[in-house]
Nanobody, 129 residues
């Protein structure tokens, strides 16, 4: 079992940038598919981005594609979410999650929160207009 821990959230003006980090304690993240999800006020949790073990497979939701970038540093046991051109509708608690699905799984698996067994506590991102 791996325990993700998110950091890097905060308050930013629309158009600004933030970089979220997800570190792990307990085990290496090297063999986990990693995902970012978010839950806005009064909304259900939604998929944001995911990355395979090697970083060769990347997936994004349509709402963040072109603005957010997911990456990983396996040596540093950390996954990142670079968020640019932030909008007020990006305001949410952002969660990092780990999955033991195989990297060759279909894209629908990467986007499915139920495929991720280990979740962090979340970090708040607030974008002001």
């Amino acid at each position: 079992q791996v325990q993700p821990v998110e950091s890097g959230g905060g308050l930013v003006q629309a158009g600004g940038s933030l970089r979220l980090s997800c570190a792990a304690s307990g085990r290496t993240l090297r063999t986990y598919v990693m995902g970012w999800f978010r839950q806005g006020p009064g909304k259900e949790r939604e998929f944001v981005a995911a990355i395979s073990w090697s970083g060769s497979r990347l997936y994004y939701s349509d709402s963040v594609k072109g603005r957010f970038t997911i990456s990983r540093d396996n040596a540093g046991n950390t996954v990142y979410l670079q968020m640019n051109s932030l909008k007020p509708e990006d305001t949410a608690v952002y969660f990092c999650a780990a999955s033991q699905m195989t990297p060759s799984s279909s894209s629908s698996y990467y986007r499915d929160a139920s495929r991720y067994a280990d979740w962090g506590q979340g970090t708040q991102v607030t974008v002001s207009s």
